[in-house]
């Protein structure tokens, strides 16, 4: 079984886990940091039509879809789709990043912002997507990628990118098979997004209010 193939039928076993650890806003970082992060990012770019990739039980879509956006929730996990459907608000699609990189998922779509929030984990998948999103964006479209900063998650590792066994340490649920990750130097994520062809047009590091630490990375770019 391949590394993406692991990752997918860990989510398929855990879809329930997580969607409960969302809606009880059980992840600190993410209702004192992260979330708060991504939504005044793309509230810099006035964004009109939004692809968010990797969407999972669709909050983002929900929220920018209640601002009047007109955004599309994409995920391969169909328990995470069917969740964010029941939610009321939103348009929702089933799809890996396999299928959307082969060009048919999204043909004759274009989106001003993509969103890819928390999603990348695997390795090849990530650069298939990434080489493939320039497409269905216009001209001056951005691409908005927010990942866990490399420094809260290197601990003792040398850092250096390469696969590193995960873990679901830290939830409250009971989440089971942990898979692989591919870990990215802060160094590797600029260069895998100036690889695509777009333009780095701003690299935040939202901190932690307690421990003055680097949470995440947002990389914004831009096509030229």
Not at 39 to 53: M, W
Not at 100 to 105: C, H, L, Q, W, Y
Not at 195 to 204: D, H, K, P, R
Request: glycine share 8%; hydrophobic share 40%; aromatic share 8%.
């Amino acid at each position: 079984m391949s590394a993406s193939e692991r990752i997918l039928q860990s989510w398929q076993a855990n879809a329930e886990n997580w969607i409960q650890t969302i809606d009880h806003q059980e992840i600190e970082s993410r209702n004192i940091v992260t979330n708060q992060a991504i939504l005044a990012t793309l509230e810099s770019l006035h964004p009109h039509r939004v692809l968010d990739v990797g969407c999972g039980e669709g909050w983002l879509t929900r929220h920018l879809s209640a601002l009047g956006m007109d955004v599309v929730g994409i995920d391969a996990i169909p328990a995470l789709i069917t969740n964010a459907r029941a939610k009321g608000v939103g348009n929702f699609m089933t799809a890996t990043y396999s299928e959307i990189a082969n060009g048919k998922i999204l043909a004759n779509q274009f989106f001003d912002t993509v969103i890819i929030n928390f999603a990348l984990i695997d390795k090849e998948e990530t650069e298939k997507l990434l080489h493939y999103l320039p497409q269905v964006m216009p001209p001056k479209g951005h691409l908005v990628i927010q990942t866990l900063h490399p420094l809260s998650v290197i601990g003792d590792m040398p850092y250096q990118s390469g696969w590193q066994a995960g873990s679901w340490q830290g939830m409250k649920r009971p989440f089971t098979q942990p898979y692989d990750w591919y870990f990215r130097t802060l160094g590797d994520w600029v260069r895998l997004l100036q690889s695509t062809g777009l333009a780095l047009a701003n690299l935040i590091e939202p901190i932690h209010p307690k421990t003055q630490q680097p949470v995440s990375i947002i990389l914004v770019g831009r096509k030229e």
